[in-house]
């Protein structure tokens, strides 16, 4: 292997790639679209007014009931005022059909005319991202409204952020490894089925097997590239989870073996696919069959522990599966032990499907 | 001087059909060799085992004394190919494509003097998939030039281009053979072997059923030199028991083979005794492409077998 010849390789493949708007678009914005899109179908955030559950502990001061209905008006909220203990507050929301509150600070109204600072407390609901994203949003621009009108923008009212109940992930948390993991197995697996074939058909192969350029080194400019697109991919996902859905994830360097051996397998069974195969329609074929049910059952849409016993069984034979749960036991449950498990499958499985493919693929098939 | 290409009792089957049947020939190093044949004779199959993108199914094949399946990538780095339909990536420019190459090889060639030397400079920067064919047939030569190659492998280069790309590529071809290069051409325009190549094969279902310079192979398998008169027949007729030559009449006009050049003088002088008004005379030859022609009509018509396999 040739470092050179590795390099002259990729660059042939970053600008054919850079050249074709539509495979750029999609490895741009696809992954924000997903995020979006499971992100709001399944956190359940919806049009109508979402019910807050306020504790007004300022004797219903002109501010505060002036706060109140500014918050009433931007038809995000819709605020029922509750009498309850504060103290028992988080606990008896936790026990609500609508477990999202806010609590007005005694003395709002006199530290808010005196300019002091002051925070109201709003408590989010972790089991629904949206919807508590949303409610937080709606504050922090009545906030935000109040604090010109006031000081002309310095921070006056601010908000205090707590959760309800004691569930710490939830399901845009999961999603995010979930879809790294998604675009791990697709991108590479769609296109490297592709090129094998149609470069097969077109001579491409036959051309290049007539320089020193080897098939190992041609796969492995590949994998830097898939390499690559997973880096950029996985930073716009945790980007917009974080930013659309206030997903929390940790964002460590033991991320990096995934993002590296992940590409790594799936280029590699993605040629062997496409080598196997005689025509471009059975590699496609080929390529389905093997990436369609790691693509829903190895916990890319839905956490795998929410599986039916069953099914949970068949995604432990899935290699995406040890990928996406690696990345969980990193991102979510910081667990390195188990990672570092789900590592080694994924590395040893991704070494033996390089070997394979190298093996399989021919350059000059007659 | 060695032999660039030597080629033993070749043959390439495909199920029942022998695409290449026991074909023997030898490229001397520096000279241009062409294989002319028409569509499906075994040119591309022959072409592809000597560069060892194919396997022999039998016969002993050497270039630059390698064996082209075992020993192919010591061969490559040594030949340039241009195979027929050449393809490349889409969105790459010429130029990058010759840098490519050129990082491949670790040899380091000046992009702009190799597009100078194809008359591809205009186009150094458009895409292939916007090149028009005789664009795309220029790369590829350029690309067949990136390793400094002592054999260039052409298969059919010029085919479906204008006159003006197919001069390029001649002038091209020409000037590999100055520069001591030995290169193996397959076509299936005649004028394009008579005119570039030192000798020729003629190749037909598979087999090679004349092999010569241009002259030998006209001279072995062409007819005879011939005198031709516009007259009418009974010219023929006058002619034909006076002189013991073979002597035909068609469409007003009547042909006497020769067979020695002092004949003619004879022809002549029967001609004038004979009375019979003429209006000219020529002397006519086969050309290659008359012999080409027939052979090959021969060799349909099952009444020609292939040369002997040396
Ligand atoms: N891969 C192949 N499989 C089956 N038949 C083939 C194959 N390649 C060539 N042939 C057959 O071999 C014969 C010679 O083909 P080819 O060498 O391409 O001819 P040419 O280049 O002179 O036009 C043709 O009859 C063709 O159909
Ligand atoms: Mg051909």
């Known amino acids: 292997m040739r470092p050179a010849r590795i390099l002259a390789d990729l660059k042939i493949v970053v600008r054919s790639y850079l050249r074709n708007p539509v495979a750029l678009f999609f490895s741009l914005i696809f992954p924000i679209v997903l995020i979006a899109l499971f992100g709001l179908i399944f956190s359940g955030a919806g049009n109508s007014p979402i019910p807050v559950q306020v504790l007004n502990l300022d004797h219903n001061s002109g501010t505060s009931q002036e706060f109140l209905s500014a918050l009433n008006a931007t038809n995000v909220v819709k605020i029922q005022f509750v009498d309850w203990n504060e103290s028992k507050f988080a606990a008896l929301l936790g026990q609500n059909d609508d477990p999202i509150g806010l609590v007005i600070p005694n003395g709002f109204a006199a530290n808010y005319s005196a300019r002091q600072p002051v925070a109201v407390t709003v408590y989010t609901d972790p089991e629904d991202a949206a919807d508590s994203g949303a409610v937080l949003g709606a504050v922090q621009g009545v906030s935000n409204y109040f604090n010109l009108n006031a000081s002309g923008g310095s921070e006056i009212v601010s908000i205090d952020q707590r959760y309800v109940g004691s569930q710490v992930f939830t399901y845009i948390d999961y999603l995010i490894p979930g879809l790294i993991g998604f675009s791990i197995l697709t991108s590479p697996m769609f296109s490297m089925v592709d090129v094998a074939a149609s470069y097969r058909k077109e001579g491409i192969f036959r051309q290049l097997s007539l320089t020193p350029l080897t098939r190992a080194e041609w796969l492995t400019s590949h994998f830097l590239w898939y390499m690559g697109i997973t880096f950029v991919t996985a930073g716009i996902m945790i980007g917009s989870g974080v930013v659309l859905f206030g997903a929390r994830v940790h964002v460590t360097l033991g991320l990096v073996p995934f993002l590296i051996a992940g590409p790594l397998f799936f280029v590699s069974l993605g040629m062997l696919a496409g080598s196997v195969a005689k025509t471009p329609e059975s590699a496609a074929l080929i390529g389905n069959i093997i990436t369609f049910p790691m693509m829903f059952l190895s916990g890319t849409f839905f956490p795998v522990s929410d599986f039916p016993a069953g099914l949970q069984g068949f995604a432990h034979i899935l290699p995406l599966y040890y990928v996406i749960d690696g990345m969980n036991q990193v991102m979510l449950f910081s667990n390195a032990a188990r990672a570092a498990l789900d590592f080694g499958v994924v590395l040893a499985g991704a070494i033996v499907v390089f070997v394979l493919a190298i093996r399989f693929f021919t350059w000059r098939g007659e | ?310």
């Open chain 2, 1 to 310: 001087m060695a032999d660039a290409i030597e080629v033993r009792h070749l043959v390439k089957r495909y199920g029942n059909l022998a695409a290449v049947d026991d074909v023997s020939f030898t490229v001397r190093a520096g000279t241009v060799f062409s294989f002319l044949g028409p569509n499906g004779a075994g040119k591309t199959t022959t072409v592809e085992i000597l560069e060892g993108l194919r396997r022999a199914t039998s016969g002993e094949v050497r270039a630059l004394g390698l064996d082209p399946w075992t020993e192919a990538a010591a061969l490559h780095r040594r030949v340039g190919v241009i195979p027929q339909d050449f393809r490349f990536f889409e969105k790459i420019t010429p130029r990058e494509a010759i840098e490519y190459y050129g990082s491949l090889f670790g040899h380091r060639p000046h992009p702009d003097e190799l597009l100078a030397r194809v008359q591809l400079e205009d186009k150094a920067h458009s895409r292939f998939d916007t090149l028009s064919g005789g664009q795309k047939q220029k790369l590829g030569l350029a690309l067949a030039l990136t390793n400094d190659p002592e054999i260039c492998f052409l298969d059919e280069p010029t085919t479906g281009l204008d006159p003006t790309a197919r001069r390029a590529i001649w002038d091209v071809i020409r000037s590999l053979k100055s520069e001591g290069r030995s290169v193996f051409l397959t076509t299936h325009y005649l004028e394009e072997a008579e005119l570039l190549a030192d000798r020729v094969a003629i190749i037909h279902h598979g087999r090679i059923i004349a092999e010569g310079t241009p002259p030998e192979i006209i001279a072995a398998h062409g007819r005879p030199e011939r005198l031709r008169f516009a007259a009418a027949p009974a010219l023929a007729d006058y002619l034909r028991p006076r002189l013991g030559l073979a002597v035909s009449a068609a469409d007003g006009r009547v042909e006497v083979e020769l067979g020695a050049p002092s004949d003619a003088l004879r022809v002549l002088s029967a001609v004038a005794a004979s009375g019979v008004p003429w209006a000219s005379f020529a002397t006519a030859q086969d050309t290659l492409e008359d012999v080409f022609v027939r052979l090959v009509g021969q060799m349909d018509d099952g009444t020609l077998k292939a040369e002997g396999t040396t």
